[in-house]
């Protein structure tokens, strides 16, 4: 057996019975796809909560090629690439874009499987094209923006897990770039509002906002933001007129989950050593040791009450992964 507690963010302790790092795609062709097995990136959004009887393959393939064209810039980048590295490295030749997605932490080949998104912008408005393997079909499919099926935290890729390994994706940047800034805080700049304004303030918020992985275990977000329709926004409003939700569409909003676990207590809520951040209700942090059960227990714990008090059924955004793969967390209403 295979430690993984440093293959994953959380750090939670756990083995898996073989590991194969990919550092080629060559390689791609040759691997024994045998079940069961996890597809891994960086480890920021996987938390082993149980040793894994199968196969871990790490994706490791790296490599960024820039294509200048006449309106934008056309980059393919290699899905073991991390994320942060490449938005700042992006930013440093003036390729702009992907500011708002600075500091999210993974790897290139996860962006699209999460469809990550933060401050009023979503990866898939600028995903050309993604390249991966059919581990199911044995064979190469390249997958425009419409294939992929990208919605809000979801893609093709969340809905069949294990089905594709995402070797490399192309981004389409447009020369005529336009700032997002609608989200707080960045609709408080002033003046003249560049990407690097953007990029710096973003890194600064999300650094005061979320603890440090490499100081304080922990996998980012952990709940989906929910999205209900107008009627249930307004039947809650009579209850919580201070709740903080978004739109998102003609009929539906999105409801800020860390508003709703701090908004009922659970700030400080704690099973063993998993606990909500003290800062940011929606990120669950390992204190020291915590096991897998002590953090799907305060998991279960919070959706439960999330539910009772507002009929909101969480949905964990971290994949949770146990004896023979996903784990599907769920609570009764």
Request: net charge negative.
């Amino acid at each position: 057996m295979i430690e993984l507690a440093e293959r994953h963010t959380f750090k939670l302790p756990a083995q898996c019975r073989s590991l194969i790092e990919l550092k080629s795609s060559d390689d791609v062709e040759q691997l024994v796809f045998e079940e069961p097995y996890y597809l891994l990136g960086e480890g920021s959004n996987t938390l082993f909560v149980d040793n894994f009887y199968g196969t871990v393959i790490c994706n490791r393939l790296l490599g960024v090629c820039i294509e200048e064209q006449e309106d934008s810039y056309l980059i393919t980048a290699a899905a073991g690439e991390n994320w942060h590295n490449f938005v700042a490295d992006l930013r440093v030749r003036s390729i702009d874009g992907l500011e708002n997605l600075a500091l999210i932490p993974g790897s290139v080949g996860a962006a699209p499987v999460q469809n990550v998104g933060a401050y009023g912008v979503e990866v898939a408005t600028f995903i050309e094209q993604v390249t991966a393997w059919d581990i199911k079909e044995k064979r190469w499919v390249s997958m425009n923006r419409e294939a992929c099926q990208f919605a809000y935290r979801d893609s093709v890729f969340k809905q069949n897990p294990g089905r594709w390994l995402i070797t490399s994706v192309v981004f389409r940047l447009p020369k005529d770039w336009q700032p997002v800034t609608h989200y707080a805080p960045l609709n408080q700049l002033q003046g003249h509002v560049s990407a690097q304004k953007i990029f710096d303030t973003v890194v600064e918020v999300r650094q005061k906002k979320l603890p440090d992985p490499k100081v304080i275990p922990n996998a980012g977000s952990f709940f989906k933001n929910p999205v209900i329709t107008k009627a249930q926004l307004d039947e809650l409003l009579q209850k919580w007129p201070d709740m903080v939700y978004f739109p998102v569409a003609d009929n539906q909003v999105k409801v800020a989950a860390g508003w709703l676990i701090e908004h009922l207590g659970l700030k400080s809520a704690f099973v063993g050593d998993a606990a909500v951040n003290p800062h940011q209700a929606l990120v669950l942090i390992n204190k020291a040791q915590a096991t897998g059960s002590d953090i799907t227990q305060l998991a279960l714990k919070i959706m439960k009450q999330v539910v009772d008090a507002s009929g909101i059924m969480l949905e964990p955004e971290v994949r949770l992964v146990g004896q023979h793969g996903l784990v599907q967390l769920a609570v009764k209403k």
